[in-house]
């Protein structure tokens, strides 16, 4: 298989990082990571929009040829296809948990951070929107008001003991945020030390440029 990729960017960070918490549990997965240049606007060239036509990364290319163009889809897929220890649990209840936190971060934090970072130093080169930054900056507080009360229960990673997708989301998004050298986080102390916890690890350390 092969991953259309590019570093920093959230959305293929956190199937970069899935990958790499897989291979830290000892999984074979034999993915070739293939770099899209963004800056380049390679991603809107007709090569990359074959692949995907919508022009966005993260891309999985299945050994089939088929391609797969949503990360989570891309996450979930690799989860079912490669077995082994994974990152979402088996059974239903827990599974569901765990899928509906992710949902959560994705739609709360991530979705609006990836507009936030856009308006402010965009990597992809869009003007500052300086107002419309300040509104995003806003709207993600309620969510990582969430995550601060999530962890007051002193769980190491987001779904509990171990790291799960939710993570790899959450990781890949402050990751972004740290581009524009803001600090969203305020004074969530629970979040803060998660986000050191997380980034610590041999698995993640030396995936993040930020
Ligand atoms: N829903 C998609 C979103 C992918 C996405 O928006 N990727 C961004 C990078 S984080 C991208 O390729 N942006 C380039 C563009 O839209 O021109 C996913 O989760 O994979």
Redesign the pocket.
């Known amino acids: 298989m092969k991953l259309y990729t590019v570093p920093l960017?959230?959305?293929?960070m956190r199937v970069t990082l899935y990958i790499a918490e897989r291979k830290a549990l000892g999984c074979d997965l034999d993915i070739e990571p293939i770099t899209v240049n963004?800056l380049k606007g390679r991603?809107r060239e007709p090569e990359h929009l074959a692949r995907n036509s919508w022009?966005?990364?993260?891309v999985l290319e299945l050994n089939s040829g088929r391609f797969i163009?949503?990360?989570?889809v891309i996450i979930e897929y690799l989860e079912s296809a490669i077995l082994g220890p994974s990152l979402l649990p088996s059974e239903p209840e827990e599974k569901a948990v765990a899928r509906n936190l992710e949902r959560i971060i994705e739609m709360r934090i991530a979705l609006p951070m990836?507009q936030y970072v856009h308006c402010q130093k965009s990597p992809?080169g869009l003007p500052p929107d300086p107002e419309k930054a300040q509104a995003l900056a806003q709207q993600i507080q309620p969510g990582f008001d969430y995550v601060e009360q999530l962890l007051q229960d002193g769980r190491q990673f987001l779904e509990g003991a171990k790291p799960g997708v939710s993570d790899c989301t959450l990781g890949a998004f402050l990751q972004f945020m740290r581009f524009t050298e803001t600090d969203l986080v305020g004074e969530r102390q629970a979040l803060r030390q998660w986000d050191e916890r997380y980034r610590g690890r041999d698995a993640v350390k030396t995936l993040f440029m930020v």
């Open positions: 960017a959230p959305n293929p963004t991603h022009g966005t990364l993260p163009t949503e990360s989570l990836g992809l």
